[in-house]
């Protein structure tokens, strides 16, 4: 597979309790590294594509640490820049039943948040780029990440590379306010949206009289993507049963139809990065299907999968994700 994709975002070091532990009884936390356009770097690697991260650490063991972890999953790390003094954190309560899970963020001042354009080349980094993804988060973190962003995005519309970008808003990082005014302005470079009908009513100002979901997204989806151009819109519609118990599906928006992937009832192991499994899911099969039925089938099978699997990345193969989607049958695989 000789599809190139970079992602720009920040590389955080995921400190969970174990055993569905709160913060204040907990003696000890399980270590992963993540960040949402870094687990969708991961994951793309982990599935076969050329994938490159863009983004900075600290020159030291714990940054030394996160770089072997990309490499350990294949991913490259030629625009890995170090410097600054500290990685970014995030602290994760797993909750469970009727217990939400929690998160608590430690990223102030990380070396990301410090990243210099000057530092990058962003025309060698384009070279021969089938797509480039970065997120909403990325856009919060620092104005320099937001200018970063914004850049590269411009870039890409000029030498016909196509965008991916995924509102991934976090209540925590910004007010409603603060990411209407940072994303509209970037929306014109993207091409793929990653969106749900919260996005578009809070941050996007759009209204509708549907009363039900689906309803919701037949109203919405011609509206934004006819302001905003988009070739793409995809969405995850989840039914929260309780922390533990989610029923989950996707949907596509493309040159005016809905697609719908199959729904799964999942009993959640780690719902973390699911959102960027479904992301990567979906670009993967973007860049090596032209079926969008295929397409979002594969995003909502390879996001039901990661919910059992601990960590940020979702470890898995094409094989599992498309014989989840065609097959109903949980037999063991003999």
Same mark, same amino acid.
């Given at each position: ?7 720009? #975002? ?12 709160? *913060?204040? $009884?907990?003696?000890? *936390?399980? &270590? ?5 356009? &870094? ?43 170090? #410097? ?5 954190i ?21 070396? =990301? ?15 021969? $780029? ?20 914004k ?11 196509? $965008? ?16 209407k ?12 949206a990653?969106? #749900? ?12 009289? @549907? $009363? ?26 989840r039914?929260?049963?309780? @922390?533990?118990k989610?029923?989950?599906k996707?949907i596509? =928006? ?11 009832? &999942? ?10 499994? *479904? ?23 390879s996001? @039901?999968?990661k919910?059992? &699997?601990? #960590? ?23």
């Amino acid at each position: 597979m000789n599809k190139k994709v970079v992602t720009l #975002g920040e590389m955080l070091l995921r400190l969970s309790t174990n055993n569905n532990n709160r *913060f204040i $009884t907990s003696k000890s *936390f399980d &270590i992963h590294f993540g960040g949402a356009e &870094i687990n969708v770097g991961v994951n793309l690697a982990n599935l076969g594509l050329n994938s490159y991260v863009i983004t900075k650490v600290p020159n030291n063991d714990i940054g030394t640490a996160s770089v072997n972890y990309l490499k350990s999953h294949g991913v490259y790390t030629d625009y890995v820049k170090t #410097g600054s003094e500290r990685l970014g954190i995030y602290f994760l309560e797993q909750g469970t039943s009727l217990r939400n899970s929690k998160v608590i963020y430690d990223r102030a001042d990380s070396a =990301f948040c410090n990243i210099d354009i000057d530092e990058l080349d962003i025309d060698e980094i384009l070279e021969n $780029t089938d797509l480039f993804h970065v997120s909403g988060i990325t856009l919060t973190l620092s104005e320099k990440t937001f200018e970063l962003s914004k850049l590269i995005l411009q870039k890409c519309k000029e030498k016909n590379i196509t $965008t991916s970008f995924d509102f991934n808003y976090r209540s925590k990082l910004w007010t409603l306010q603060e990411a209407k005014e940072k994303i509209v302005e970037i929306l014109p470079y993207v091409d793929i949206a990653f969106a #749900g009908y919260l996005d578009f009513i809070n941050i996007l100002g759009f209204k509708t009289d @549907a $009363t039900n979901l689906m309803d919701t997204y037949k109203d919405l989806y011609p509206k934004v993507a006819e302001k905003y151009n988009f070739k793409y819109i995809v969405s995850s519609m989840r039914d929260v049963i309780s @922390a533990s118990k989610n029923n989950y599906k996707c949907i596509l =928006f493309h040159n005016d139809n809905i697609y719908e992937s199959k729904q799964y009832q &999942i009993d959640i192991v780690d719902r973390v990065g699911s959102g960027d499994a *479904f992301t990567s899911g979906f670009l993967y099969s973007f860049l090596t299907s032209d079926d969008n039925n295929y397409r979002i089938q594969f995003a909502a099978a390879s996001a @039901a999968i990661k919910h059992t &699997i601990v #960590g940020d990345a979702n470890l898995t193969t094409k094989e599992e994700i498309e014989n989840l989607f065609n097959s109903d049958s949980f037999e063991i695989g003999r």
